[in-house]
């Protein structure tokens, strides 16, 4: 396992508590510590410290959004927030810190007002519809950022 050199924030919004219980159907039967487990885990094989935390207020996301600016990423999973939440889009457009928005179902395939994201302007990109494997190309798409940006010598 490589050294954890880069940190990323994971956030979860309201109701991913309910994994594994809420809709089967569309968000699967894996709770969310098992997500966090497997999310921590490959980010772990790739060198990074991943962090998650899941709220239901969007307040205390909007407080884990500015606690971003101290991380290398953020991924965070806005759920009922991200048709509706400015505040949301404003406290992501706050750091300086790159973020991918990323959902476990394809908005595009569900309810017609679920299909505008208010955050997602907000953010580097979107991943969406892949289930747990949205998170993990998330990280992929950071490290690859992180990998890049390491790798540029410094100019004087």
Do not use: K, W
């Not at 309910?18 to 966090?36: I, S």
């Not at 060198?47 to 500015?66: K, M, P, R, W, Y």
């Not at 939440?85 to 908005?107: F, G, K, Q, Y």
């Amino acid at each position: 396992m490589a050294a954890s050199s880069h940190r990323v924030l994971v956030l979860h919004g309201p109701n991913l508590d309910r994994l594994g219980l809420r809709e089967p159907a569309v968000y699967g039967t894996m709770t969310l510590d098992a997500l966090n487990e497997r999310i921590e885990a490959y980010g772990a094989a790739r060198g990074l410290a991943v962090e998650c935390f899941q709220t239901n207020s969007q307040g205390a996301l909007i407080d884990a959004i500015h606690r971003a600016a101290g991380f290398d990423g953020l991924v965070v999973n806005p759920a009922g927030y991200t048709h509706t939440s400015v505040a949301l889009h404003d406290a992501l457009l706050s750091v300086p810190t790159p973020s991918i928005e990323v959902h476990l179902s394809n908005l595009y395939a569900r309810e017609s007002f679920r299909h505008t994201s208010v955050t997602a302007a907000a953010c580097s990109g979107v991943i969406m519809g892949l289930g747990p494997a949205s998170y993990e190309l998330a990280l992929e798409y950071l490290l690859s950022n992180f990998t890049t940006n390491d790798a540029e010598p410094d100019h004087v």
